[in-house]
């Protein structure tokens, strides 16, 4: 994501801070924003997946997603299912 920062900084293409620029381009819908903006004008030419994975932005919502598999697959009595409830809330 710092790469992305860097590069559109440079271009003069963004002008606030990089803590302002994950703020502002973190959430999914804000970051497919970013990608049509820059794909429309031919500044990145592959795919919203590649965009994502290159970036650096789909790494969170992957982390909370593997976490939930293993958490899923760990625990099956209701005991567990309890904690596995508790471990959620924590994501």
Same mark, same amino acid.
């Given at each position: 994501?710092?790469? !992305? =920062?860097?590069?559109?900084?440079?271009?003069?293409? #963004? @002008? &606030? /801070? %990089? +803590?302002? *620029?994950?703020? $502002?381009?973190?959430?999914?819908?804000?970051?497919?924003? !970013? =990608?049509?903006?820059?794909?429309?004008?031919?500044? #990145? @030419? &592959? /795919? %919203? +997946?590649? *965009?994502?994975? $290159?970036?650096?932005?789909?790494?969170?919502?992957?982390?909370?997603?593997?976490?939930?598999?293993?958490?899923?697959?760990?625990?099956?009595?209701?005991?567990?299912?309890?904690? $596995?409830?508790?471990?959620?809330?924590?994501?």
């Amino acid at each position: 994501m710092e790469e !992305l =920062y860097n590069a559109l900084v440079e271009q003069g293409k #963004y @002008t &606030k /801070s %990089f +803590e302002d *620029f994950k703020a $502002q381009f973190s959430a999914p819908e804000k970051t497919k924003m !970013l =990608y049509e903006s820059l794909n429309s004008s031919g500044d #990145y @030419t &592959k /795919s %919203f +997946e590649n *965009f994502t994975s $290159q970036f650096g932005f789909a790494e969170k919502k992957k982390i909370k997603s593997i976490l939930l598999q293993v958490v899923k697959r760990k625990l099956r009595n209701p005991l567990q299912k309890r904690k $596995q409830f508790l471990a959620l809330r924590i994501l």
